[in-house]
């Protein structure tokens, strides 16, 4: 039963407070001064508080204060026989949620009470959902404690109230799409559609058509009208993906809708208006093809209000552990296997690789050798030689050139000395990568007179 604690020195307007609300269905508590009234909301437990604001020893504005420094989410009315503008202007800044003036009538009191508690509940309610969001954002598959990652969440979390354009740069694979989601799920459009669409999927007439909509008959096969992305997406968020493959045609079309809100369906006269937020995602260069005029530049300035980069996968390394951990959980669960955590040496050889294909390369991985496995914890066996060896871009620091004809005993000597140097000199990590006992490269550094 929801709960009125009215406080006021005067004893016949608690009789009357008591008596109206108690017929409303009401619980309700009263209270003479305002100590009374912070002791009895310690008590018990009150959604609303009615209170006088002229009382000795503590007054309705300090009383407000207290509780609203226990209780910010506390519904409370003020009343007063005085007109007095300033205290009424000071009690709403204080969180007050309505002022009214004695002598009060029953329905401007029911009518205040039951707003206030409707405000209440939705307060209650947004923080609810605010809180599961929070919970989702921080279990989800957005994963991380790297400095770089941890700067895109903070920066999520900033702008997804926003109402801006987002951009979202990155490789395939490093979370462009979870990122889309969680901008959407924290903004005050969350409880709306998100409508997702890849840019890259479908030739332009289709695009074009699945962007906007058509009308019956704009093209062979339009049996029947069909509303675009665009009107699903009303009100809450579209994302484009891999927009940097978006064709020039539908890029003037997009431009208008992200200028005005307007478009018309293919084959309408009918100038439709919408409310979307737009994100977009692309791991192509705009900039770059600005200046190759594949891509219009009014429409990457239009786009790029708002831009976060997505650290490669390998830019995160230390995050790998706790990836790992996580997907290991999921789909062990969703398989019914009974694995729970990896060897030492596998997990570092799988933090030492590349991963080309960032966060989706490496839940696959783990997907395979979580189903394919028979122990309860992965080892190196559980993963192929691509999945564990060490892979660098083509460069010199990962790379080396040796002539033809060049003996294997050469070779393996070359391999060590620049295994050694890219590793500082630490000869433990050279072994690790090296895929070797310690002894060994102690024995073979003897042999070839290495001296590092």
Known sequence: MTSVLVVDDAKSTLKAMDAILQREGYHVYTAASGEEALRQIHDHEVDLLLTDVKMPNMDGLTLLRHVKAEDAGLA???????????????????????????????????????????????????????????????????????????RVCDMVQHIASSRATVLLLGESGTGKEIIATMLHRL???????????????????????????????????????????????????????????MPLEVQVKLLRVLQNGTFKRLGGTRELQVDVRVITATNKDLAGQVRTQRFREDLYYRLNVITLQLPPLRERRQDIPLLITHFIQKYAERNGKEVQSIQKEALERLQAYDWPGNVRELENVIERAVVLTQDTMLGVSDFSLDDLHVHRPLDSEAYFMLPLHTTLAEIEREAIVQTLQQNGGNRQATARQLAIAPATLYRKLREYKIHQ
């Open 76 to 150: 409370v009315v003020m009343m007063s026989g005085h007109r007095d503008v300033d205290v009424a202007v000071k009690a709403m800044k204080e969180g007050a949620f309505d002022y009214l003036m004695k002598p009060l009538s029953k329905d401007d009191v029911l009518r205040s009470v039951q707003k206030a508690l409707a405000m209440r509940a939705l307060m209650v309610e947004n923080l609810v959902l605010k809180r599961q969001v929070r919970d989702q954002f921080s279990q989800s598959d957005v994963i991380g404690s790297s400095p770089a990652w941890r």
């Open 187 to 245: 903004s005050s459009r969350a409880e709306q559609p998100l409508i997702t669409l890849n840019a890259a999927a479908l030739p332009p007439t289709l695009l074009e058509a699945e962007l906007f909509g058509h009308e019956k008959g704009a093209f062979t096969g339009a049996h029947e009208r069909k509303p675009g992305h665009f009107e699903l997406a009303n009100g809450g968020t579209l994302f484009l993906d891999e927009i940097g493959d």
